[in-house]
């Protein structure tokens, strides 16, 4: 059973830092991209970021580029997300959401997600 | 950037009805489009992809249908269970996803 745990996500002030983490069981991690979605209170969900299988394509939304880095360790079976100089509007549920297609160099579907992390940014 | 918006936000309907959610893109974006179902405080489940294909194990009376710019998603006969918000979205260029419509108990 394909499993994604978040962690990582908390209070912190505007213009901090914090990284998210994500561990993956279930399935070959190393097949799959993986993404970041996100989810704001009283908002519609929100495509963050996207990575490939090996690292080769990387793809942010506007709103978090030149803030935001995914990354991923597949010998650990873990996906990251670097969020730096992050703004109240970056208050939100972030999940971690597996890619529906494989191999992949594109975003698709997802078709599995993690229970998420909630992020806040608040003074 | 490719955006999408659903129709109706809100649908009120009952037990055995027919409910139609229409979800339009801003430009074409051939038959790439998948559907959610999201429960409060849960993680949104994957319902449809490719506009009408059904994920395994979600029940046949999901339907989608589509192309270009005009996809709907329709459910057969409301169950109890299905009175929640459902999502598009669009991976022909990058991600985008509707606003949400939330069906409601009429």
């Known amino acids: 059973e394909v499993h994604l745990v978040e962690s990582g996500g908390g209070l912190v002030n505007p213009g901090g830092s914090l990284r998210l983490s994500c561990a993956a069981s279930?399935?070959?991690?190393?097949?799959?991209?993986m993404n970041w979605v996100r989810h704001a209170p009283g908002k519609g969900l929100e495509w963050v970021s996207s990575?490939?299988?090996?690292?080769?394509?990387?793809y942010y939304a506007d709103s978090v580029k030149g803030r935001f880095t995914i990354s991923r360790d597949n010998a650990k079976n873990s996906l990251y997300l670097q969020m730096n100089s992050l703004r109240a509007e970056d208050t939100a549920v972030y999940y971690c959401v597996r890619d529906g297609k494989v191999p992949a160099a594109s975003i698709n579907y997802f078709d599995h997600w993690g229970q998420g992390t909630l992020v806040t940014v608040s003074s | 950037d490719i955006q999408m918006t659903q129709s109706p936000s809100t649908l009120s309907a009952s037990v055995g009805d027919r409910v139609t959610i229409t979800c339009r893109a801003s430009?074409?974006?051939?038959?790439?489009l998948a559907w959610y179902q999201q429960k409060p405080g849960k993680a949104p489940k994957l319902l449809i992809y490719?506009?009408?294909s059904l994920e395994s194990g979600v029940p046949s009376r999901f339907s989608g249908s589509g192309s270009g710019t005009e996809f709907t998603l329709t459910i057969s006969s409301l169950q109890p269970d299905d009175f929640a918000t459902y999502y598009c979205?669009?991976?022909?260029?990058?991600?985008?996803f509707g606003q949400g419509t939330k069906v409601e108990v009429k």
């Open positions: 990575i490939s299988s090996t690292s080769t394509y990387i």
């Open positions: 490719k506009a009408s």
């Open positions: 430009q074409s974006i051939n038959r790439w």
């Open positions: 279930g399935f070959t991690f190393s097949s799959y991209s």
């Open positions: 979205q669009q991976y022909d260029s990058y991600s985008t």
